[in-house]
């Protein structure tokens, strides 16, 4: 946990508090635990709303915007990126590009299948990985969205509030399939998770809600733990890849792109370490 806040204050988060049990029980009493962080400017947005604003300001900015379009095939040239688009009704269309980002979560490994002339295929590979979520239908005693410390297939069962004040918890890491119904035979699991730091928690209140999948990078037999940028770049042209955007994608989604224009602008590069991340 302190190498947890540490890590906070040397991104930038400067108003990060470390707590003890006191500290802890005075802002949420329900919760048994040794210590906590406390990060006063963590909330919770309405990602809906969020998700039309950026592309009404897309398309106030002349973006046009393709849906139930497919990329089929991507080549990488001197001055230029050449994208072939496949239509709902199977007409092909190309169209190029100085600049072309690839950020199609599940999805991007794939599109490396899909670029003509460089066999980058083996670099990357992306499990889908599903993540349950169980509601509870009582009244929330947290005013805080609740995080337990991460395990290393993720940030671990942790409470949070939608837009309407309900309670949710999860995502769990469920190797047992990608399907997108919820897998009802975790009850057990994950009130072991959640009586770990609720004292008052009531089990028969826990329903099964919805899942979903999040994009994790594979190397070997480990999952990596954090996203990866790979660029491609022929004279004029850069090709940027997004593999493996899972939670805190959505938080960090306007830092990352950020991040992209400032190499598209050359302001910035995104350095390899010695395992090529």
Do not use: C
Request: glycine share 8%; proline share 4%.
């Amino acid at each position: 946990l302190k190498e947890i806040y540490k890590q906070g204050i040397r991104n930038g988060l400067r108003d990060l508090e470390f707590l003890d049990r006191e500290g802890v029980s005075r802002l949420e009493p329900e919760l048994d635990v040794s210590f906590g962080i406390l990060s006063p400017s963590t909330g919770i947005i309405d990602t809906h709303s969020f998700m039309l604003s950026l592309l009404t300001d897309a398309q106030e900015n002349q973006a046009e915007v393709l849906f139930k379009t497919e990329v089929v095939k991507l080549v990488l040239k001197e001055k230029e990126v050449v994208l072939e688009i496949k239509n709902p009704d199977d007409s092909v269309f190309s169209f190029s590009a100085k600049n072309v980002i690839v950020a199609t979560g599940l999805h991007s490994a794939s599109l490396l299948d899909r670029l003509e002339g460089i066999n980058l295929s083996e670099e990357f590979q992306i499990q889908g990985v599903k993540g349950n979520y169980y509601s509870y239908q009582g009244k929330s005693p947290f005013s805080r969205l609740i995080y337990p410390l991460p395990d290393k297939y993720g940030l671990g069962i942790h409470s949070t509030l939608d837009m309407s004040g309900k309670l949710k918890f999860g995502p769990d890491v469920d190797l047992s399939s990608n399907s997108l119904e919820v897998n009802t035979d975790l009850k057990d699991k994950f009130s072991r998770a959640i009586k770990s730091y609720w004292k008052g928690f009531d089990q028969t209140k826990l329903v099964p809600d919805y899942a979903g999948l999040r994009p994790k990078i594979v190397r070997g037999e480990e999952f990596a733990v954090d996203f990866a940028f790979q660029t491609l770049t022929r004279n004029d042209s850069k090709l940027l890849f997004l593999h493996g955007i899972e939670s805190p994608g959505l938080t960090s989604s306007l830092s990352i792109s950020q991040f992209i224009a400032n190499v598209l602008d050359k302001k910035t590069t995104i350095i390899k370490n010695k395992k090529g991340d």
